[in-house]
């Protein structure tokens, strides 16, 4: 097994201080509520918690889980739905949460699956907006915090499961 090091991007303050702010965005753009937040899974569970618990507005939440990374670091543009959303959206004010927009291919297509069903509006936040390998335009509504490049773990991030428990965001980096 490969030998990595973490390296702080984000603390846990920061984190918090930034999802309270997306928080306050989120409400004043929707002070009626009507919301549905989708969060894709696993990634995205610890922001999505505080995220909501943040948000001064009444929200109905579900849960998504697709995958397109398997246990590589890279995305493999596929799509895999394995749980889908039970929550009806037809009309409402949806936002997916997502923990990190890397290439867009997997967020694009599944909001093009969502605009099927009619929702009054689509947004989209997301944890870390990952510029450096965008292969797909992705329209971020809500963004915490932008990198270039970097495979990033922590905050509910992982790497084939592994560091989701970290209370930050930190870069991985291979030390061989």
């Given at each position: 097994?490969?030998?990595?090091?973490?390296?702080?991007?984000f603390d846990a303050e920061t984190i918090a201080r930034r999802v309270k702010e997306l928080a306050g965005e989120i409400?004043?753009?929707?002070?009626?509520?009507?919301?549905?937040?989708?969060?894709?899974?696993?990634?995205?569970?610890?922001?999505?918690?505080?995220?909501?618990?943040?948000?001064?507005?009444?929200?109905?939440?579900?849960?998504?889980?697709?995958?397109?990374?398997?246990?590589?670091?890279?995305?493999?543009?596929?799509?895999?739905?394995?749980?889908?959303?039970?929550?009806?959206?037809?009309?409402?004010?949806?936002?997916?949460?997502?923990?990190?927009?890397?290439?867009?291919?997997?967020?694009?297509?599944?909001?093009?699956?969502?605009?099927?069903?009619?929702?009054?509006?689509?947004?989209?936040?997301?944890?870390?907006?990952?510029?450096?390998?965008?292969?797909?335009?992705?329209?971020?509504?809500?963004?915490?915090?932008?990198?270039?490049?970097?495979?990033?773990?922590?905050?509910?991030?992982?790497?084939?499961?592994?560091?989701?428990?970290?209370?930050?965001?930190?870069?991985?980096?291979?030390?061989?």
């Amino acid at each position: 097994m490969t030998d990595y090091r973490k390296r702080i991007l984000f603390d846990a303050e920061t984190i918090a201080r930034r999802v309270k702010e997306l928080a306050g965005e989120i409400a004043a753009k929707h002070p009626e509520g009507d919301l549905v937040l989708i969060g894709i899974l696993k990634g995205s569970f610890v922001f999505m918690a505080d995220l909501v618990r943040a948000l001064d507005s009444p929200c109905q939440i579900d849960f998504v889980r697709i995958s397109s990374y398997k246990s590589a670091t890279v995305s493999s543009g596929e799509l895999e739905i394995t749980m889908d959303i039970s929550v009806p959206i037809g009309g409402k004010h949806v936002i997916v949460v997502d923990d990190i927009v890397d290439t867009g291919l997997t967020l694009s297509q599944y909001v093009k699956r969502l605009e099927k069903e009619s929702p009054a509006s689509v947004e989209i936040a997301a944890l870390i907006d990952k510029t450096g390998r965008r292969e797909q335009y992705v329209k971020l509504d809500y963004r915490g915090f932008s990198i270039e490049k970097g495979f990033v773990v922590g905050y509910g991030l992982d790497w084939d499961e592994r560091f989701r428990y970290l209370p930050a965001v930190y870069a991985l980096e291979d030390t061989e």
